[in-house]
């Protein structure tokens, strides 16, 4: 069996299969393809020729063909489209904080931001776990349910006063 994954496209109007195909399929698996079955009101499952084709669809994005969100849900057989969780937008591009201390810069820093503001996935940091300029940069899972944070406050190492960090969001489509 291929590997398989479910995505629902967040649009108002109805998106052609061969369209869906084209835009992404190529870049999930640009040598094998892949095979895609419209489930109907913009669901769509994916079958993966490549289990690599899998893993970078699910792991890298987020994917916006026509400018629309597409919204990955894990495949499980068991399920039916009504009880797949589709509010987790995978790995947006990253997010930004500005204003911290030097001593801040790190990717401690970074995975309690990821956390606070969502799933911790990844820090954009060098080999000794420090940020290098002046903006931290992170990878995370976001519910698209909830409300976006404006910022978030993080405590100093040295005792001083908590700072409020600014959040800004790169890349965010529109949902």
């Known amino acids: 069996m291929l590997p398989q994954a479910i995505r629902k496209l967040l649009s108002e109007k109805s998106t052609p299969l061969e369209g869906l195909i084209h835009s992404v ?29 899998k893993r970078k669809a699910l792991e890298e994005g987020p994917w916006m063909p026509s ?33 911290l201390a030097l001593g801040l810069m790190s990717k401690e820093t970074d995975e309690l931001i990821g956390y ?36 978030v406050t993080v405590q100093t190492e040295d005792g001083g006063p908590d700072r409020w960090c600014l959040v800004m969001y790169e890349y965010l489509p529109d949902f």
């Open 25 to 53: 399929g190529k870049l999930w698996c640009p040598i094998c393809g892949v095979e895609c079955k419209d489930l109907g009101e913009n669901h769509f499952l994916f079958s993966f020729h490549q289990a690599t084709g």
């Open 67 to 99: 400018n629309e969100l597409l919204v990955m849900g894990e495949f499980d057989g068991s399920k039916t489209l009504v009880e797949i969780d589709f509010s987790i937008l995978i790995h947006p591009n990253l997010a930004s904080h500005h204003k």
């Open 116 to 151: 606070e503001i969502g799933e911790f996935v990844e820090a954009d940091v060098g080999e000794d776990d420090m940020e290098t300029g002046s903006v931290l940069r992170v990878n995370i899972e976001l519910n698209i349910r909830k409300p976006l944070m404006r910022g």
